[in-house]
């Protein structure tokens, strides 16, 4: 009996996930692969001293009506819950409160615990990166950095930010150019955890004005297992932008700074702290692309910059490149 080819993925954040799940659920064998050593990309979360620090996406907001549903299948096998923070923000160095009724959701106990559920027991490759990605006779082949060659493969699947995903499509020309069209921008993220609880009710809060475009208290985050106080500060793109190469020292004691600016409450040593450079953290603008296709050769991209450039952007994509694929089996 000849076996089916599977289908490639590249990316095992939200987007490839997303695509994974509907075209298993499909009957369609997938292999997946991923540069890091885990899953989750961009919704990743730190395992650190102070306990695990979601240091990337901070919570989603589900608009779409497919969306909602699935997030709400997500709370019901208990990966996905509300969180409802003290929310404020930041003016001219004014610190105000800032209710609202919007639902913001987070992965319990951490971000990453949703990600790791939707990529189950699927087959992956792990600490592997794709250099290269082309067409034999009928089939597809990737290469990783090491040399080592993999498939066949029916279809393959790109699930990765614009300007990594842009060289593995130069298969499909017009796909690449379409993916190298898109600016991706970057992130700091510095964690700072403190012995004693700061002295303020701020959970969660967006700032204008400051190096700082976000700061959020993870720990008051639902189910989470941080024994210290603590944060996780957001640059904006503009500072990280001129802030590149700075050290994570440097980024540390600078963010630090903005932050015990901003909190209105006396800021000591933090027990513990981390950087992280998020180098392609969220699109320059949103599209509304769905997924980039080409059908004929059976290569797909998808990623939330083919859409709203946020873990729901990132769902959706996926889905549609799975759609688009499965429409054009025999
Ligand atoms: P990714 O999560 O980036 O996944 C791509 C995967 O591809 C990665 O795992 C990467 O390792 C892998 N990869 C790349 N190149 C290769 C290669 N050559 N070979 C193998 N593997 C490769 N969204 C929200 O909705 N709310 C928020 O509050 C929010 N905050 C954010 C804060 C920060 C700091 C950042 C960085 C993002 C934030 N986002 C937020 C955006 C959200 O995280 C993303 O939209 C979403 O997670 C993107 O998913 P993705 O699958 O498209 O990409
Ligand atoms: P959302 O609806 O909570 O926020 C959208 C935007 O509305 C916020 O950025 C903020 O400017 C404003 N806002 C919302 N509620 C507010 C309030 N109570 N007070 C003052 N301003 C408020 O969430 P949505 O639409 O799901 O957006 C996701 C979030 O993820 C955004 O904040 C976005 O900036 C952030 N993000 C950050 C990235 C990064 O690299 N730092 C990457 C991608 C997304």
């Given at each position: 009996m000849t076996q089916i080819a599977p289908i490639a993925i590249i990316g095992t954040g939200m987007a490839g996930l997303s695509a994974a799940q509907a075209l298993h659920a499909a009957g369609q064998p997938v292999q997946l692969f991923d540069?890091?050593?885990?899953?989750?990309?961009?919704?990743a979360s730190k395992r650190s001293d102070a306990g695990a620090l979601d240091l990337g996406a901070q919570y989603f907001t589900a608009r779409d009506r497919r969306f909602v549903d699935t997030v709400q299948q997500w709370q019901r096998q208990g990966l996905a819950a509300e969180w409802a923070p003290a929310l404020y923000y930041v003016r001219n160095g004014q610190l105000a409160a800032s209710p609202d009724e919007q639902v913001r959701w987070v992965g319990?106990?951490?971000?990453s615990a949703i990600t790791r559920a939707m990529l189950g027991e699927l087959p992956v490759n792990f600490a592997c990166r794709i250099t290269e990605v082309f067409r034999g006779e009928q089939h597809w082949h990737l290469l990783d950095a090491e040399g080592v060659s993999h498939g066949p493969f029916s279809h393959v699947i790109v699930a990765a930010p614009a300007p990594q995903a842009c060289t593995l499509l130069s298969a499909a020309p017009k796909l690449a150019t379409v993916a190298a069209s898109v600016a991706m921008e970057p992130t700091w993220a510095v964690s700072l955890a403190f012995a004693e609880p700061l002295h303020t009710n701020v959970e969660g809060c967006f700032v204008q004005?400051?190096?700082?475009d976000w700061l959020a208290r993870n720990r008051s985050k639902p189910g989470r297992d941080n024994t210290l106080d603590t944060w996780v500060i957001h640059a904006t793109s503009a500072w990280t932008r001129q802030h590149l190469d700075l050290s994570k020292e440097a980024v540390i004691e600078q963010l630090h700074g903005a932050f015990a600016e901003l909190i209105g409450c006396t800021v000591p040593t933090p027990a513990f702290s981390l950087a992280h450079r998020w180098l392609y953290a969220r699109p320059a603008s949103a599209h509304e692309w769905g997924c980039l296709a080409d059908s004929d050769l059976g290569i797909y991209a998808c990623g939330d910059w083919c859409s709203s450039g946020r873990v729901e952007g990132a769902w959706l994509s996926g889905q549609e490149a799975a759609r688009k694929l499965l429409a054009h089996l025999p």
């Open positions: 540069k890091s050593r885990g899953s989750g990309g961009r919704m319990s106990p951490r971000m004005d400051s190096p700082i």
